[in-house]
């Protein structure tokens, strides 16, 4: 027999997922649902987790298409225009020369959302079918995506600086394309993905199989 | 089964505890040590952060959250960059982005940039010290835990460090056909972000906690 670690849910308990505070199940029903501490709305796993992950996965992964096809800006210089996807501003910073800050956005504008996509759905999928190995793996694996999604409004930002800072009208204009919209559409969905997935799910796995034995 | 059971006993008595925390990546249970000042302590099975302790930790955090507020102000003042072409120029401050997205009718994302490099900063530095400040001052702040719950879901929404990013990649884009020059802002900007990034890794969420306990008893 193995002996089983505790963990709060098996304790009747659950930490506010705000403060930390842990809280019986008993005072919960005696007084409220809310923490003692700081007054959060408490509950031991993120209410729907998987469902709500997977249904922004989804919309992430509609909002991606045209976040890569559509042009996100448009550089007007002496007359000559050059539009840009997302993937065309990359292959325009290599071919300038410029290497360092090419992987940086294609790491951070290409590969990073849809690895999100990717990972988050490996995570869901893993809990669903119940799988029971690489545990901390998949937990070192959340962190990790939760951590990098953030950094995909690079492009977001450049965009922004540029349209505001180049109008010279006759010399020089920036103007943004609908791409850009996708493209944010896509970094907002995905983080809301991630907050919304319960990394606890993925041990919880590991409990069940636990008690069967 | 043993220590399961004691520790279960003793939450269950209480109704809640401190004096244990699960983790909150794998809601592993484990017990609170004291631990020196500059130490951690990560879950022994997911490996996530647990607690932290630092000398002076709310105290600290103040300092740093001022500072990033003062330079946020600055920042907001002058120029980021300058943009020279055949003669003339073109400076942009750091709500111009998200006007200029405004403007070409992307409300969308010109309220996202808003957010992201004004509001949730702007708010972040304001909640550390209206919390912070007040204790400092022997005073309980008023609807803390208002407060620290809109600090914890306006973390992930403030951007500055890479808008930075942002800035660095327009400057390189620019710098092929113009001349880009830094502004003061730029300056400001960035050291407000040092601050900031220095504000939370010295702030001990428990240390608000136990503080507000002193200063109600």
Known sequence: MTVLAPTAQSMNAMSCHICG????????????????????????????????????????AIFYVPANIYPVLTLVSFGKATTNTIMGGVIELAQGGQWTIAVIVFVASVLVPIFKIVALLFLVLSVRMKKTRALRQRSVLYRFTEFVGRWSMIDIFMISILIALVKLQSIATVTAGPGAIAFAAVVIITMFAAMAFDPRLIWDVSREEDDRN | MGEGAAIENDVMAAGYTEALVACPECDLVHSVPEIEDGEQGHCIRCGSLLYVRHRNSLDRSLAFAITGLFFFILAN??????????????SNRLIDGAIAFMDAGYWELGLVVFVASIVAPLMVLIVLISVLLPMRLNIAPTNVKVQIRLLTHLKPWAMSEIFILGIIVAFVKLSDFADVSVGLSLVAFVLMVAAVVMAYMTLDDSAIWRRLKELKA
């Open chain 2, 77 to 90: 003042m002058f120029p980021l960059l300058t943009f020279e072409l055949d003669g003339q120029s073109q």
């Open chain 1, 21 to 60: 505070l842990l809280v019986s199940t008993d005072y919960i029903t005696a007084h409220s649902a809310h923490c003692p501490r700081c007054d959060a709305r408490l509950h031991s796993r993120k209410p729907n987790s998987l469902n709500r992950t997977l249904a922004l996965l989804i919309a992430a």
